[in-house]
């Protein structure tokens, strides 16, 4: 692609809705947009022709990344899964369990800028495998820690720790990445719809692993053996994505082409700029990391929790020996699956049905949908020392709602950021999320349980109740979210009227600066 003098870097080659435009006919103006006069056309034959793909590629590679989605959440849970087994092995209370999610997501949230930058300015094919290898590798070789080396273990537990936390990296790599892909295969109503998909496996594969946790567990009576089958099922996924998921430019979707090698672009530090000054992507990243606080703390205390309901209600004996029964893991993983499968696919349609009429759709659905999650979460800690069967149905209405937010907000993200930006937009979004929501609530309930428990006499009625009273702050943590996204809404079509502009290098005069700022010329736009 040639850039004219005097054109801006990105802009000299634009293609129209309908396919390739030809050389002929160019008159690049001023700024090199086409249809304007000044500074004359780029030679003619050296403009690249659109990236294109045919939709069945498009359709193939999506379901691959979504196969992968699903066993990168299976790992996120298959420690809840067998946490009971876990802490009889180590012999660690609840705070230093709760802590095992924290090093997992403290790691992920570091390395998810390193991603992020990465995938906006290198190839996303090769990242990922790299991030498929780094964490099917660590959780293979967290299945090794063996019962001859228990002694140290249970002092120091740093092996198993120290495998989660690369286990976070490698997860890192997909979470930031693989939905930039998406957003390049598809457009519009199809991107929806796809995004939809590829983030019901967030629930289902979160449910999954549960389930294979407990299975495994139950079948082999040693919980080192569910570390041993996901590398198998990752090793699978590793070569189908190197020989079906293509790398597609940025921006192919929207018929925007690359920008051509040696020109200039932005900088990791204007591109956090721009975001930090789009508010649509601020505020829908603290609903975000409200969502993860809460997200966190249920999906990683939840089976315990509702093992230790049965123990109170009689109906489960109290686990004191190194295998526990895991039912509870596995009802709380089906659960997960159904109401995450429904609650994605919901969110999604009410959304694209929604949006026909109103143009903030996407926002208002999250904020309503997080609003009347916030009760029914309530009650269902509330109602578990009275009736079991309460808890259950209202634990799922609450699952369902917050199920219903995660396709629909990678569509705000990507609906308001720019292509070349989105890397880092998601890089970004994920390590404010983690950091302020999933890396500390598990600890945090953990340690608020430990606190309260340690005050109380030693009972299984009193762990039950510290437990239940930790978890209470989340239900106000849900209601804050959707607040942040009624906030959203109040600058959502703004936004995305101002990302269309810019993508198109056609801003308007306020939006000369972010135009200066995404090009890289942030500096030289400032001289006369």
Sequence with gaps: MCLCPGSHPGSGAQAGEAGAMSAEGWDTGPGGHPGASGAGPCPPGTASAPWSLPHWRACLAAAVLCYINLLNYMNWFIVAGMLLDIQNFFQISDSNAGLLQTVFICSLLLSAPVFGYLGDRHGRKATLSVGILLWSGAGLSSSFISPQTHWLLCQHPWLFFLSRGVVGIGSASYSTIAPTVLGDLFVRDQRTRVLAIFYIFIPVGSGLGYVLGSAVLQLTGNWHWAFR???????????????????????????????????????????????????????????????????????????????????????????????????????????????????????????????????????????????????????????????????????????????????????????????????????????????????????LTGLVSSTLRAGRPDSYLQSFLSLQQSFLCCTFVIALAGGCFLLTALRLERDQARARQLDTGTPGSKDTESQALLSGTGAAAKDP
Aim: net charge negative; proline share 5%.
């Design 229 to 443: 089958v996901l590398p198998c099922l990752e090793a699978v996924a590793l070569i189908l994505l190197i020989a079906l998921v293509p790398d597609p430019p940025r921006g192919a979707a929207e018929k925007q082409e690359e920008v051509a090698m040696g020109a200039l672009r932005s900088s990791w530090c204007e591109d956090v700029r721009y975001l930090g000054r789009n508010w649509s992507f601020v505020w829908s990243t603290l609903g975000v990391t409200a969502i993860a606080f809460v997200t966190g703390a249920l999906g990683f205390w939840a089976p315990k929790f509702l093992f230790e309901a049965r123990v109170v209600h009689g109906l489960q004996l109290p686990c004191l020996q190194d295998l526990c029964n895991e039912q509870d893991s596995l009802i709380f993983g089906i659960l997960t699956v159904v109401t995450g499968i429904i609650g994605v696919v919901l969110g999604a349609e009410a959304s694209r049905r929604y949006k026909k009429v109103n143009p903030r759709a996407e926002s208002l659905i999250c904020a309503y949908s997080l609003l009347i999650a916030a009760p029914c979460l309530y009650l269902a800690l509330i109602l578990a020392p009275v009736t079991l069967l309460a808890s259950y149905v209202f634990l799922a209405l609450g699952e369902l709602l917050l199920s219903c937010n995660w396709a629909v907000v990678a569509d705000i993200l990507l609906s308001v950021v720019v292509p070349r930006c989105r890397g880092t937009a998601e890089a970004l979004q994920i390590t404010v999320g983690h950091i302020l929501g999933d890396a500390s609530s598990p600890y």
